[in-house]
Protein backbone atom coordinates (compact mmCIF):
# COMPACT_ATOMS: atom_id res chain seq x y z
CA UNK A 1 0.00 0.00 0.00
CA UNK A 2 1.07 3.49 -0.36
CA UNK A 3 0.28 6.53 2.00
CA UNK A 4 0.45 9.96 0.99
CA UNK A 5 0.41 13.24 3.22
CA UNK A 6 0.11 16.47 1.96
CA UNK A 7 1.75 19.77 3.30
CA UNK A 8 1.96 23.39 2.51
CA UNK A 9 -1.48 24.79 2.84
CA UNK A 10 -2.32 27.74 4.92
CA UNK A 11 -3.72 31.05 4.88
CA UNK A 12 -2.59 33.53 2.02
CA UNK A 13 -3.97 36.78 0.26
CA UNK A 14 -5.73 37.21 -3.20
CA UNK A 15 -3.04 36.89 -5.72
CA UNK A 16 -0.25 34.97 -3.80
CA UNK A 17 1.37 32.10 -4.28
CA UNK A 18 1.22 28.92 -2.60
CA UNK A 19 2.98 25.36 -3.13
CA UNK A 20 1.33 22.40 -1.96
CA UNK A 21 3.14 18.64 -1.40
CA UNK A 22 2.06 15.17 -1.26
CA UNK A 23 5.03 13.03 -0.15
CA UNK A 24 4.31 9.11 -0.62
CA UNK A 25 5.64 6.78 1.60
CA UNK A 26 5.39 2.45 1.80
CA UNK A 27 5.09 0.80 -1.63
CA UNK A 28 6.32 3.92 -3.60
CA UNK A 29 7.07 2.04 -6.94
CA UNK A 30 3.19 2.07 -6.87
CA UNK A 31 3.83 6.19 -6.65
CA UNK A 32 6.38 6.13 -9.30
CA UNK A 33 4.64 4.17 -12.00
CA UNK A 34 1.21 5.69 -12.20
CA UNK A 35 -0.63 9.12 -12.42
CA UNK A 36 -0.97 11.48 -9.45
CA UNK A 37 -3.67 13.86 -8.98
CA UNK A 38 -5.08 16.91 -7.35
CA UNK A 39 -8.81 17.45 -5.74
CA UNK A 40 -10.74 20.19 -3.68
CA UNK A 41 -13.30 20.33 -1.73
CA UNK A 42 -14.71 23.55 -0.81
CA UNK A 43 -17.06 24.24 1.65
CA UNK A 44 -20.76 22.53 0.89
CA UNK A 45 -19.32 21.66 -2.71
CA UNK A 46 -18.48 18.57 -3.93
CA UNK A 47 -15.17 17.34 -4.75
CA UNK A 48 -13.75 18.70 -7.67
CA UNK A 49 -10.72 17.44 -9.94
CA UNK A 50 -8.19 20.13 -10.26
CA UNK A 51 -4.87 18.54 -11.72
CA UNK A 52 -3.42 15.14 -13.08
CA UNK A 53 0.08 14.40 -14.15
CA UNK A 54 1.29 10.95 -15.74
CA UNK A 55 4.02 8.66 -14.49
CA UNK A 56 6.64 10.11 -16.02
CA UNK A 57 5.97 13.90 -15.50
CA UNK A 58 5.71 14.66 -19.18
CA UNK A 59 1.72 15.16 -19.43
CA UNK A 60 -0.13 16.71 -17.08
CA UNK A 61 -4.14 18.06 -17.16
CA UNK A 62 -5.71 20.74 -15.81
CA UNK A 63 -9.52 21.84 -15.05
CA UNK A 64 -10.19 25.11 -17.16
CA UNK A 65 -10.45 27.12 -13.90
CA UNK A 66 -6.93 26.98 -12.81
CA UNK A 67 -4.82 26.52 -16.09
CA UNK A 68 -2.10 29.37 -16.62
CA UNK A 69 -2.62 29.52 -12.62
CA UNK A 70 -1.43 26.49 -11.35
CA UNK A 71 1.36 24.09 -12.04
CA UNK A 72 1.30 20.29 -11.29
CA UNK A 73 4.59 18.81 -10.81
CA UNK A 74 6.54 15.60 -9.78
CA UNK A 75 10.02 14.58 -8.62
CA UNK A 76 10.00 10.45 -8.59
CA UNK A 77 13.56 10.16 -6.97
CA UNK A 78 11.94 12.06 -4.28
CA UNK A 79 8.25 10.15 -4.23
CA UNK A 80 6.55 13.53 -4.21
CA UNK A 81 3.80 15.37 -6.32
CA UNK A 82 3.59 19.40 -5.93
CA UNK A 83 1.25 21.64 -7.09
CA UNK A 84 2.26 25.12 -6.95
CA UNK A 85 -0.52 27.97 -7.51
CA UNK A 86 -0.04 31.23 -8.23
CA UNK A 87 -2.54 34.22 -8.25
CA UNK A 88 -4.76 32.72 -6.04
CA UNK A 89 -8.82 33.47 -5.59
CA UNK A 90 -10.64 33.76 -2.79
CA UNK A 91 -12.76 31.21 -4.94
CA UNK A 92 -9.99 28.46 -4.45
CA UNK A 93 -10.03 27.85 -0.56
CA UNK A 94 -11.01 24.92 -0.22
CA UNK A 95 -9.13 21.44 1.22
CA UNK A 96 -6.92 19.71 -1.61
CA UNK A 97 -6.27 16.33 -1.58
CA UNK A 98 -4.06 14.55 -3.69
CA UNK A 99 -4.75 11.02 -5.15
CA UNK A 100 -3.41 8.39 -6.90
CA UNK A 101 -6.18 7.50 -8.98
CA UNK A 102 -5.87 4.06 -10.21
CA UNK A 103 -5.44 2.23 -6.53
CA UNK A 104 -8.18 5.30 -5.32
CA UNK A 105 -5.95 6.00 -2.92
CA UNK A 106 -5.71 9.63 -0.59
CA UNK A 107 -4.09 11.74 1.42
CA UNK A 108 -5.75 14.05 4.07
CA UNK A 109 -5.96 17.07 2.60
CA UNK A 110 -4.46 20.26 3.16
CA UNK A 111 -6.56 23.02 3.98
CA UNK A 112 -6.09 26.46 1.58
CA UNK A 113 -7.85 29.87 2.40
CA UNK A 114 -7.85 32.76 0.28
CA UNK A 115 -8.31 36.04 1.86
CA UNK A 116 -10.05 39.19 -0.23
Known amino acids: QVQLAESGGGLVQAGGPLRLSCAAS??????????MAWYRQAPGKAREFVAQ????????TYTDYVKGRFTISRDNALNTVDLQMNSLKPEDTAIYSC???????WGQGTQVTVSS
Open 53 to 60: INSNGRST
Open 99 to 105: TQPRYNI
Open 26 to 35: GRTFIFRTND
